[in-house]
Antibody
């Protein structure tokens, strides 16, 4: 069974950092792109970036370039999303999802359960 | 402002057929596949339609996708209360540098 299991909810203070994990199982992790998607409260889906765990090739959406860091550890089939200098506006649910292709033919066919991040003083 | 444009809301009564539109341009929908995702309240999104009109395993045939020119549509026939959700279209945009996946802003479907 394909699964993407994300780390649990986090409550942080402004200025702190955070690293969310997404662990895949039931499929060959290194042959899929892993995408990170942000959903702010009551808002739509925003693609943040993707990583190919086999060689850590990473691509960021312009809106998130320089603001977040995406990484992966293929030995543990885990992708990470790092957020630094957190602000209240980083409060959101963050999802990981997989795609076999990074291209026109790529769809996000399995999603993690989401990680709720709350940033408040 | 999303690259793909969807109506913010749609509604229908049980049993009715509803459609949700997704408008783009020649650099995205006009020359690339369209995908649709369903997000039920409080849950993660789920792939509903792949490559314009392909239903993944387990998706009821009440859901169908189509594309014409620079627009795409999701149709839901025999509307049911459990279809109440947010629906997002997505595509690839050749005109963007770097990251090329784009989402629509989402449509909230209400079953009256």
């Amino acid at each position: 069974e394909v699964q993407l299991v994300q780390s649990g909810a986090e409550a942080k203070k402004p200025g702190e950092s955070l690293k969310i994990s997404c662990t895949g199982s039931g499929f060959r992790f290194t042959t899929y792109w892993i995408a990170w998607v942000r959903q702010m409260p009551g808002k739509g889906l925003e693609l943040m970036g993707v990583i190919y765990p086999e060689d850590s090739d990473t691509k960021y959406s312009p809106s998130f370039q320089g603001q977040v860091t995406i990484s992966a550890d293929k030995s543990t089939s885990t992708a990470y999303l790092q957020l630094s200098s957190l602000k209240a506006s980083d409060t959101a649910t963050y999802y990981c999802a997989r795609s076999y292709y990074y291209g026109s033919g790529g769809d996000l066919d399995f999603w993690g359960q989401g990680t709720l991040v709350s940033v408040s003083s | 402002q999303s690259v793909l444009t969807q109506p913010p809301s749609a509604s229908g009564t049980p049993g009715q057929r509803v459609t949700i539109s997704c408008s783009g341009s020649s650099s995205n929908i006009g020359s690339n596949y369209v995908y649709w995702y369903q997000q039920l309240p409080g849950t993660a999104p789920k792939l509903l339609i792949s490559r314009n009109d392909q239903r993944p395993s387990g998706v009821p045939d009440r859901f169908s996708g189509s594309k014409s020119g620079t627009s795409a549509s999701l149709a839901i026939s025999g509307l049911r209360s459990e279809d109440e959700a947010d629906y997002y279209c997505a595509s690839w945009d050749d005109s963007l540098s770097g990251f090329k996946w784009v989402f629509g802003g989402g449509t909230k479907l209400t079953v009256l």
